[in-house]
């Protein structure tokens, strides 16, 4: 059985830092392509960023710059550093594999 579990989500100041960690669990995941995205109230679940299986990355414009992803394979661990963090982040974020998804972390951004 597959799973995904965010962490890391919280309360966060404008300009601030979080970094989210998702485990996956009952998967072969070095073979696999990792994405993260978010959902805010009332807006659809937006694609923000992947890593390919060979680590390289992409990301939506309005987190360029800002957020960075990267993968642990031993530790079946991807994670998402999210730095100068905006109330418009404020979301909750879902890791992504295929056809699986995690619960979700809330991220919320306010001073």
């Known amino acids: 059985q597959v799973q995904l579990v965010e962490s890391g989500g919280g309360l966060a100041q404008p300009g601030g830092t979080l970094r989210l960690s998702c485990v996956a669990s009952?998967?072969?995941?070095?073979?696999?392509?990792l994405e993260w995205y978010r959902q805010a109230p009332g807006k659809e679940r937006d694609w923000i960023s992947s890593?390919?299986?060979?680590?390289?990355?992409a990301y939506a414009d309005s987190v360029k710059g800002r957020f960075t992803i990267s993968r642990d394979n031993a530790e079946n661990t991807v994670y998402l550093q999210m730095d100068n963090l905006k109330p418009e982040d404020t979301a909750v974020y879902y890791c992504?594999?295929?056809?699986?998804w995690g619960q979700g972390t809330q991220v919320t951004v306010s001073s």
């Open positions: 992504n594999i295929g056809t699986y």
């Open positions: 009952g998967i072969i995941f070095s073979i696999n392509n």
């Open positions: 890593i390919t299986r060979n680590s390289y990355t």
